[in-house]
């Protein structure tokens, strides 16, 4: 059985509030009662919670991240995603270095998870909350942030949201992708994108296709074929595109998971009547693997790392005695980067 405050106070023979001020170490208590706590906190062998203390001063000194894992069943949940890991990195580091500490939340998009999530954060578990990606949490964490705990989103799926918001710029991502490929003569390009729900897939295509237009080359539309953002994605989209007889001389996946998959599913069944370079492919976020995976592939830089910093100072500064800023959105542009384009066919 735990020992709480109460036994501790029994066994001082003084109140909650006299054992709460001695471990948050308010003033005003004088220094034989604050003996006799002391002694009955060692005698009883109580572990006071940080929460606990937290509480009583007014602040956690943490913050809490939320890290959805999607729809029940997704192939796999973001938190084990390099493309997070990106952003979560920068996220501790700039946390630690202001003075919190960092406390992970998951939940996933079913209406029980989400209303559970949304009851128990705004029971001050943290200070702030940092939401990556919260796909379908949007109203849940516009009342959070109602009810008096800052919140801060690192989100381009959903450029509506009414709070303050860390994104890049997909439109700009897309049409760096389309020019680049255009520069290479890629006239007949496939697009594996995103799911079509999301703001970022809207942006990248947009993005893309206008280029190809302004070009006189309309990407028709049964050569955008929706994936999911994984490596079996862009396998389903590459053989569907084949199997159709579709001819295509350049790949845009939404991001580079796909991306590999659609090199993956080239590889394993040669596109017919292709030589050597005669197929152009192009991912989006810069993860590790794709410089790492066996091809160094050529993609659209997402800023992981600087999203990351810029969603926890933002958030800090609304921790902070200075007014809260309006929630307007802070945009890190994208950048390509170009490594090796042409594969073999």
Not at 100 to 126: K, N, P, Q, W, Y
Request: glycine residues 10%; proline residues 7%.
């Amino acid at each position: 059985m735990s020992i709480t405050i109460a036994d501790v106070a029994k066994h001082a023979g003084v109140s909650k509030t006299t054992v709460s001020r001695v471990l948050n170490a308010k003033s005003g208590i004088g220094s034989q009662t604050t003996e006799r706590v002391r002694a009955a906190i060692e005698e009883l062998g109580f572990v006071p919670s940080s929460a606990a203390v937290g509480l009583a001063r007014g602040r956690t000194g943490t913050v809490g991240v939320l890290v959805p894992f999607g729809s029940p069943g997704a192939p796999a949940p973001l938190l084990t995603s390099q493309w997070m890991a990106g952003i979560l990195q920068a996220v501790s580091d700039t946390l630690a270095a202001a003075g919190f500490g960092m406390r992970l939340f998951t939940c996933d998009d079913s209406e029980h998870s989400l209303e559970r999530f949304a009851a128990r954060i705004s029971a001050r578990e943290v200070d702030g909350l940092l939401a990556i990606e919260p796909v379908g949490m949007v109203d849940h964490l516009v009342g959070v942030d109602q009810r008096g705990l800052p919140v801060v989103l690192v989100d381009d799926r959903d450029p509506r949201i009414p709070l303050p918001t860390v994104s890049t710029t997909n439109s700009r991502g897309g049409s760096s992708a389309a020019r680049h490929l255009m520069d290479l003569g890629r006239h007949r390009p496939l697009v594996i994108t995103g799911r079509r729900e999301y703001g970022c897939t809207r942006q990248r295509l947009a993005g893309f296709t206008q280029v190809y237009a302004d070009a006189g080359l309309p990407v028709a539309p049964e050569y955008v074929i929706e994936g999911d953002f994984t490596v079996a994605g862009g396998v389903r989209a590459v053989r569907h595109a084949m199997q159709d007889g579709m001819e295509f001389d350049a790949v845009f996946a939404h991001n580079d998971l796909s991306a590999i998959g659609a090199l993956r599913a080239i590889r394993q069944a040669p596109l017919r009547g292709l030589s050597d370079g005669d197929l152009a492919l192009v991912g989006f976020d810069d993860i590790p693997l794709a410089s790492q995976a066996g091809y160094p592939l050529t993609t659209v830089r997402q800023p992981l790392p600087e999203m990351g910093e810029a969603a926890a100072r933002l958030l800090v500064a609304r921790l902070s005695e200075t007014p809260a800023p309006e929630p307007e959105p802070t945009v890190i542009p994208t950048d390509l980067v170009v490594r090796r384009t042409e594969v073999a066919g």
